[in-house]
């Protein structure tokens, strides 16, 4: 099933979404990313949150839950949570990117919690998209964009990447050493693959 989940970063060109909603998905907003589907021209079917971004009291009659502002999970966490809780397996997640480094970076490594539940999930913004690979990923070459994987959370093993400029025969990569930035297509799709380890994987342009 999919979803998409809409978070309370930035979100400067609307019109850029909207191919994203064409098809039928359950939407939900984590807090503040009621914001950005009122922005978007999108009413979510749920909206999840401690509401110290949006006050609760200006929804529009949307489904809430309403959690304690004290709380270890971000409200994209308890968003993705629910998602994943209710059989969703493939994410897309808006608004997820700001000038909240904290944020963005927490909602990166919300890709691992995904895939620890066996979903997919991607974070797409106007210039960038982020995906982990922990196995077989086939990624669509997107004009103008660059391709760059980096390891998350500790070495990636094994790394192989075909139709791509600078391929990879089984390489290593290092947290300390993130040579992958920057590559080019050289095909209509790349296919990366890992031995072992997390990597990501960015279609990233200026």
Do not use: W
């Amino acid at each position: 099933m999919q979803a998409i989940l809409i978070a309370g970063g930035e979100i400067t060109s609307p019109a850029f979404y909207a191919p994203l909603f064409a098809e039928e998905r359950f939407i939900i907003c984590a807090d503040g990313g009621y914001q950005n589907a009122k922005k978007l021209g999108i009413r979510p079917h749920l909206v999840i949150g401690d509401f110290d971004s949006y006050p609760q009291d200006a929804l529009a009659g949307e489904e809430t839950i309403v959690l304690p502002v004290e709380k270890d999970r971000t409200d994209s966490q308890a968003a993705l949570e629910y998602l994943l809780d209710n059989g969703y397996t493939h994410i897309k997640m808006i608004g997820c990117m700001g000038t909240r480094f904290d944020h963005t970076l927490a909602n990166v490594h919300l890709l691992a919690l995904a895939a620890d539940r066996g979903a997919q999930a991607v974070l797409i913004q106007e210039t960038n998209q982020v995906m982990l690979c922990d196995h077989t990923i086939t990624v669509p070459r997107l004009p103008g964009y660059k391709l760059s994987l980096l390891p998350l959370g500790g070495p990636v093993r094994g790394i192989t990447a075909t139709g791509v400029y600078y391929p990879l025969t089984g390489q290593d990569m290092e947290l300390s050493f993130p040579y992958g930035v920057s590559n080019e297509f050289t095909a209509d799709h790349a296919e990366i693959s890992v031995q072992s380890g997390r990597l990501l994987v960015m279609l990233c342009k200026d």
